[in-house]
């Protein structure tokens, strides 16, 4: 099976830099994905990690290690429209199919 | 165009009642997913589909049916409904590689 946790609620400052942390208990998967979901609308895609190491879509950065089985998301100059709870998601290996999602971490940004 | 839509966006029914969410998609994907969300907590996969023929038991499918009526419509059924059924609904798809699932705008259902 599949277990993801990650922090309930983050709080940072408008400008700071915020990293939402993600760790695993997989039986295999093909990536480390991450969404962005605004209270009432629908999780809008990140960022996929298929191999280690760190991936920069502008201000946002991903980073997998499987070796231990960690994950983050680092959001840097942060802004108000940032608020919003992400998640992480794994593709399971043993079914391509299937997807499996934290519980998510609401991010509040503060002016 | 959004790419995946959801019908209808708000719904509020009574228990016992028998209800239809419906998806279609025009990203032309043959992996389409029906998940529900409760306040505070992730998504939990309900049921999904690999192509017209093909239907999978998610976490949660107690409850529910589904019918795939063509590669772009996915429909999910409450034979009947009740109260602890309220919650926001999301269909989605996949496509053949990577780790991107294409999310409709969500279905708000209250079951009284």
């Known amino acids: 099976g599949q277990s993801l946790e990650q922090p309930s609620e983050v709080t940072a400052v408008e400008g700071a830099i915020v990293q939402i942390n993600c760790t695993y208990q997989?039986?295999?998967?093909?990536?480390l994905s991450w969404y962005q979901q605004h209270d009432g609308g629908a999780p809008t895609f990140l960022s996929y990690n298929a191999l280690d190491g760190l991936e920069e879509t502008g201000r946002f950065s991903s980073f997998l290690s499987r070796s231990d089985s960690y994950g983050y998301l680092l959001l840097q100059e942060l802004q108000m429209k940032d608020s919003a709870s992400y998640f992480c998601?794994?593709?399971?290996?043993?079914?391509?199919?299937?997807?499996?999602f934290g519980s998510g971490t609401k991010l509040n940004v503060k002016p | 165009d959004a790419d995946v839509t959801q019908t209808p966006r708000n719904r509020i029914t009574k228990t016992g009642k028998r209800i239809m969410l419906e998806c279609s998609q025009t990203?032309?994907?043959?992996?389409m997913y029906w998940y529900r969300q409760d306040p505070g907590l992730g998504l939990r996969l309900i049921y999904y589909?690999?192509?017209?023929?093909?239907?999978n038991k998610g976490e949660i499918s107690d409850g529910y049916s589904v019918s795939r009526q063509a590669q772009a419509k996915f429909s999910l059924s409450l034979e009947s409904a009740i109260p602890n059924q309220t919650a926001l609904y999301f269909c989605?798809?996949?496509?053949?590689?990577?780790?991107?699932?294409?999310f409709g705008p969500g279905t708000r259902l209250t079951v009284l």
């Open positions: 989605a798809t996949s496509g053949n590689r990577g780790g991107e699932q294409f």
């Open positions: 589909s690999f192509d017209v023929k093909d239907i």
């Open positions: 997989t039986s295999g998967f093909y990536g």
């Open positions: 990203k032309g994907h043959d992996r």
């Open positions: 998601a794994v593709r399971d290996e043993s079914n391509f199919n299937k997807f499996y």
